[in-house]
Nanobody
Framework: QVQVVESGGGLVQFGGSLRLSCAAS????????IGWFRQAPGKEREGVSC????????YYADSVKGRFTISKDNAKNTVYLQMNSLKPEDTAVYYC?????????WGQGTQVTVSS
């Protein structure tokens, strides 16, 4: 079965850290561009970070730059999002997306809640 599954979300205090995982099954994640997105209540889904399939280059939204780090473990077919110095405004459901046109896979999301 082709899917991506996010995990690692939870409740953390202001300034804390979490590491999200995006595990792929049924396909080789390294061949895909992987993006992390988030959606807070009442807001549109926004891009947080992504990593290229071609050269491993990374992108971060300005709101998370310097605090979040995306990485990939090809042996585990998993992409991670290390989130440090978390703020209440980081509270959202975080989604993983794997894309290699025409294929586009979304996970079910994992909730991250940061208390002040």
């Amino acid at each position: 079965q082709v899917q991506v599954v996010e995990s690692g979300g939870g409740l953390v205090q202001f300034g804390g850290s979490l590491r999200l995982s995006c595990a792929a099954s049924g396909f080789t994640l390294d061949y895909y561009a992987i993006g992390w997105f988030r959606q807070a209540p009442g807001k549109e889904r926004e891009g947080v970070s992504c990593i290229s399939s071609s050269d491993g280059s990374t992108y971060y939204a300005d709101s998370v730059k310097g605090r979040f780090t995306i990485s990939k473990d090809n042996a585990k077919n998993t992409v991670y999002l290390q989130m440090n110095s978390l703020k209440p405004e980081d509270t959202a459901v975080y989604y993983c997306n794997a894309r290699d046109v025409p294929y586009n896979y979304w996970g079910q999301g994992t909730q991250v809640t940061v208390s002040s």
